[in-house]
């Protein structure tokens, strides 16, 4: 006899059953992959897991906010998907000290208490020490303000100056951990470097975060599932993705943007294999997407970036992903978090 019923059930059945492996742990590339496959009701599946898992670590739901001051767009590195790289032709500014203290006072005062400091890398002696400065400063005027440093590639001398300092995070994503598209991406650096800081930052005794780019020009489902083995083999607290953007000034400007699905899946995927790290919903998601970034905290993420810190000015100097960057404003965010039945937090997680 035909049945019509059974058949569907049994292909349905069959195809989530990367489900049970994954809720029993099993995190082989079989899964891995028929998991950053899904999509419609089974994505849906996979979202709901992820927010068990972060629920089970986060019992309070809450979401951290970070507000961010783009300090320099100065930068020696030449990679491809970057505005601000090297030879790009854009204006170049360095704040000064002072003024970024003055804008992490001015943030403490309305009730922020984690800030990110970000840059173009730049090892030179004299921006390192203006770095330490402004971080000794901070840490001095706030002791519980957290302070995240995303600053690049430096040397383990620049690292612990900046840790005596105070620092408490630095994120260094490694951005893919393939190294033909690493060096591809980025032919000013190698791999090799980039694991090395990443591994001398936990050393140090950074809380580090880390992470990857997706939807990014030659790569494939298997290099994306390198990427999440290679995120548990660093003691990281912190984990992120982006979305490829082909920003106008960049050499991949005529690359076609990457697949916000992708991204969604693996940040679901983060938060089931690393369950208790910091995860942002950045807004190169809300960007591919109105409402990506909702749909990143309903994948599982707990952080959010606040661009409330750099100066108007120099907004404009900063294209990351692209000179149109989408900066959501706080208003959006904070209606995404309230979607997500989720609350701000202006004390660090963790
Ligand atoms: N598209 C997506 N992500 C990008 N990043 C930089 N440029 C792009 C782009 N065009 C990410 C990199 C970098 C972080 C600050 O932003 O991962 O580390």
């Not at 995190?27 to 927010?51: I, N, P, T």
């Not at 020009?217 to 298997?222: F, L």
């Not at 990506?292 to 599982?300: K, N």
């Amino acid at each position: 006899m035909l049945s019509v019923i059974e058949p569907m059930t049994s292909t349905h059945a069959r195809d989530m059953s990367f489900m049970d492996s994954l809720r029993k742990g099993d995190f082989s590339r079989s899964v891995l992959r028929a998991a950053l496959l899904v999509r419609d009701e089974g994505q849906q599946e996979l979202f709901a897991l992820a927010r068990q898992r972060r629920s089970e670590c986060f019992p309070a739901e809450e979401v951290e906010a970070r507000s961010v001051v783009e300090i320099s767009n100065v930068c020696q590195q030449g990679c491809h998907y970057c505005s601000m790289a090297k030879g790009s032709g854009i204006k170049r500014y360095v704040m000064k000290p002072e003024a970024v203290v003055e804008m992490a006072d001015f943030l403490y005062q309305r009730g922020r208490r984690v800030m990110l400091l970000q840059s173009g890398e730049n090892q030179s002696k004299a921006w390192i020490e203006a770095c330490t400065k402004i971080v000794s400063e901070m840490k001095q005027n706030h002791p519980d303000q957290e302070l995240i440093l995303c600053l690049g590639n430096l040397s383990e001398a620049q690292y612990v100056k900046l840790k005596e300092a105070g620092a408490d995070r630095y994120i260094l994503k490694f951005e893919s951990s393939v190294k033909r598209l690493y060096e591809m991406w980025k032919p000013t650096d190698t791999m090799e470097e980039r694991l090395r800081c990443l591994k001398m930052l936990v050393d140090i005794g950074f809380k580090t975060g880390s992470g990857n780019m997706v939807g990014m020009p030659g790569q494939t489902i298997d290099d994306i599932i390198d990427d999440l083995i290679c995120m548990g083999e660093f003691d990281l607290t912190m984990n992120s993705c982006t979305v490829f953007i082909p920003g106008e000034a960049c050499g991949y400007r005529d690359e076609p943007i990457g697949d916000v699905d992708f991204a969604f899946n693996l940040m679901a995927l983060m938060r089931i294999m690393f369950p208790n790290r910091l995860m942002p919903t950045t807004s190169c998601l809300e960007r591919c997407r109105p409402g990506g970034q909702f749909i990143g905290l309903m994948a599982g993420a707990n952080t959010v970036t606040i661009h409330d810190g750099t100066p108007e000015n120099y907004k404009a100097m900063f294209p990351i992903y692209s000179t149109k960057r989408f900066a959501p404003g706080n208003d959006h965010l904070l209606d995404a978090v309230a979607n997500a039945k989720m609350t701000i937090s202006t004390h660090p997680l963790q």
